[in-house]
């Protein structure tokens, strides 16, 4: 199994809501990432967990909350979003942490196409 | 800090026309190297990576990229594409040693019959 699954497809909210994204990997990767990508724009790096410890938060606002239950599940708690965070949110994992290894490569789910009313 | 550019939003070819899609990164000191493609409503799919020893890299789809330190540039090429070919390209790059992949703005690829 060599694929990043992430739910759900498709997610319209408001901004009151509470929202879960969710995303797995069955490939025994100890790193996952939480990338932003707005519209014709290049992802944007916002959370990496190492070893289910975050390692990384790009200054990313209260309202997203990453989580990390064990090595194969990441997950991105939502609240009181605002319109201008509708984006696709990916989901990415390597074996190791990038940086740590001569051979890494990033493996990116499909993505979350979110929608903030 | 790295940072990379990519400074055509878009290029437009014929089938089984070459292209090139061009790509500068800023900082020359121990860099990885990569480039991206996304389909449409896809996640991003590893092309090729240039990581050390041969300037030239072969990638998956008949892509290949060349390494030039001293103009800073990995561009990337395809001798012949295809219509399925027609994705958005991003270029990144990393310092080694670093953990923070830094991506370009992306080049559409435009391939029509």
């Known amino acids: 199994d060599t694929e990043v699954t992430q739910t759900p497809k498709h997610l319209v909210m408001g901004m009151t809501n509470k929202k879960s994204l969710k995303c797995e990997q069955h490939?025994?990767?100890?790193?996952m990432y939480w990338y932003k990508q707005k519209a014709k724009k290049p992802p944007e790096l916002m959370f990496v967990y190492s070893y289910e410890k975050l390692s990384i938060n790009e200054s990313v606002p209260s309202r997203f909350s990453p989580e990390c239950p064990n090595s194969s599940l990441l997950n991105l708690h939502l609240h009181a979003l605002q319109p201008e965070d509708s984006a696709l949110y990916l989901c990415?994992?390597?074996?190791?942490?990038?940086?740590?290894?001569?051979?890494?490569?990033?493996?990116f789910g499909s993505g979350t196409q979110l929608s903030v009313l | 800090a790295q940072s990379v550019t990519q400074l055509d939003s878009q290029v437009p070819v014929f089938e089984e026309a070459p292209v090139e899609l061009r790509c500068n990164y800023s900082s020359s000191v121990s860099v990885y190297l990569f480039w991206y493609v996304q389909y449409p409503n896809q996640g991003l799919q590893l092309l090729l990576k240039?990581?050390?020893?041969?300037?030239l890299v072969k990638g998956i789809n008949g892509f290949e990229a060349e390494f030039n330190k001293s103009q800073t540039s990995f561009h990337l090429r395809k001798p012949s594409v295809h219509i399925s070919d027609t994705a958005e390209y991003f270029c990144a790059a990393m310092n080694t040693g670093f953990q923070k992949l830094v991506f370009g703005t992306g080049t559409r690829l435009l391939v029509s019959p």
């Open positions: 240039y990581l050390s020893g041969s300037t």
């Open positions: 490939m025994g990767h100890r790193a």
């Open positions: 990415a994992s390597s074996q190791e942490i990038l940086g740590t290894a001569i051979n890494e490569k990033l493996f």
